[in-house]
């Protein structure tokens, strides 16, 4: 099945640095990747959708010059949390679609990323 | 996409069968049905999904009524690794489509 895999699973650094994030999609070219932050006890929350190619669309409320996103391939979409500070602090995950086909393909999701910032 | 209601908990008896349910009562009629679980910091782990008809895989079914207004996520025989929390999500079939998620139904299996 499809594979998406995530990089680094842990980082913890001092406030005001900038952490990079990778996503790859192991077997499957994804035009489009979505990267999610989870906080403790609560669901899933959609910050951007990745676009191979072109400028990410982000959600209501997600800072676009805070957390970069660059798609710059079919298979790697990075997500750059910028001068990160300790509310920045949360799990954070990536997903994609394999090629779309008959029924809906569903999305596979990478291992997350813990960020911990001091 | 149309939003999804599922109860906040369940528990079930390891080796019975675990049955969650879905209410998506404003559907389209071209979403589909998503099921998806976590286990505690791990990404989500894809289950299975239908439009209409009931689905079956290694991992699940999915019973999908016919008005397709609710579904019921059926685990066979539950193990203690199925504790998780599982979350239904409808969505359009394109792979440009996002995910929303809800809050999900936290499922314990107990021995």
């Known amino acids: 099945g499809a594979v998406v895999s995530q990089h680094p699973s842990r980082v913890i650094c001092k406030s005001g640095t900038s952490v990079k994030i990778e996503c790859r999609s192991l077997?499957?070219?994804?035009?489009?990747m979505f990267w999610y932050r989870q906080f403790p006890k609560q669901s899933l929350m959609l910050m951007a959708t990745s676009n191979e190619g072109s400028k990410a669309t982000y959600e209501q409320g997600v800072e676009k010059d805070k957390f970069l996103i660059n798609h710059a391939s079919l298979t790697l979409s990075t997500l750059t949390v910028t001068s990160a500070h300790p509310e920045d602090s949360s799990f954070y995950i990536c997903s994609a679609s394999s090629p779309q086909g008959q029924g809906g393909q569903p999305q596979h999701f990478g291992d997350g990323t813990r960020l911990s910032i001091l | 996409d149309a939003k999804t209601t599922q109860p906040p908990s369940m528990d079930c008896a390891e080796g019975r069968a675990a049955n969650l349910p879905c209410n998506h009562s404003?559907?389209?009629?071209?979403?589909?049905v998503y099921w998806y679980r976590q286990i505690h910091s791990q990404g989500p782990q894809y289950i299975i999904h239908?439009?209409?008809n009931n689905e079956t895989n290694e991992m699940a079914s999915l019973i999908i009524t016919e008005d397709r207004k609710s579904s019921t996520l059926i685990l066979p025989h539950a193990t203690l690794r199925d504790t998780a929390v599982y979350y239904c999500?409808?969505?359009?079939?394109?792979?440009?489509?996002?995910?929303?998620f809800g809050t999900g139904t936290r499922l314990q299996v107990f021995p």
């Open positions: 077997d499957f070219q994804a035009t489009t």
């Open positions: 239908g439009l209409k």
């Open positions: 404003t559907i389209s009629g071209n979403e589909y």
């Open positions: 999500i409808v969505r359009a079939p394109y792979n440009t489509d996002k995910l929303i």
